[in-house]
């Protein structure tokens, strides 16, 4: 069962007064927006994707600087995007963390058994302490407002690090 409306739900078509550049296709448990045309691609989705994959790149290549374009991307490419709010706690000290977490936007504070340490702004990477040597958390990491934040999960890092350190053993991460 697919139903397959003109999407009326988004102003654009009433906006400018012609036929919608899209369908909304709707199957049991899934919807789908589905664009017609390159050129409707190019104008309503291509702009937000190049505008938050440059947001990205720009952060990752801030704090990996040692790596190149194509390994930026590549690492982008096992991350997961993630908002968060004022007052989300990102790492809290003392337990593991599954994920590096690169601040793309905003601003932390870090604290340890409660005392204020320091506030931190984007771009900044947190959960290295955990990821690379398997320690518990040294500290805790807050956002003090909205943030945006990269997570790299440990599991694909190290898979990735592993495939491209294969030819110098010497700069693999410990397993």
């Given at each position: 069962d697919i139903q397959r409306s003109v999407g009326s739900w988004f102003p654009y078509p009433m906006a400018l007064d012609t036929a919608a550049p899209y369908d909304l296709v709707a199957?049991?448990?899934?919807?789908?927006?589905?664009?017609?045309?390159?050129?409707?691609?190019?104008?309503?989705?291509?702009?937000?994707?190049?505008?938050?994959?440059?947001d990205y790149v720009g952060a990752l290549t801030s704090v990996f600087k040692e790596?190149?374009?194509?390994?930026?991307?590549?690492?982008?490419?096992?991350?997961n995007i993630e908002d968060a709010r004022k007052d989300h706690m990102v790492i809290r000290e003392g337990h593991m963390s599954s994920s590096l977490a690169l601040?793309?936007?905003?601003?932390?504070?870090?604290?340890?058994?409660?005392?204020?340490l320091s506030v931190v702004a984007s771009p900044h990477l947190f959960g290295q302490v955990s990821i690379y040597h398997d320690l518990?958390?040294?500290v805790s990491v807050r956002t003090t407002a909205p943030a945006k934040f990269i997570l790299i999960p440990k599991r694909e890092l190290l898979s990735l690090v592993q495939v491209h350190c294969c030819f110098c053993a010497e700069f693999c991460l410990p397993r």
């Open positions: 199957t049991p448990g899934s919807t789908f927006l589905v664009i017609r045309g390159t050129l409707n691609f190019k104008r309503l989705v291509q702009p937000v994707i190049k505008h938050s994959t440059v790596l190149s374009h194509h390994e930026i991307v590549r690492l982008l490419a096992i991350s601040m793309v936007r905003g601003n932390c504070m870090m604290t340890k058994s409660g005392s204020r518990p958390n040294p």
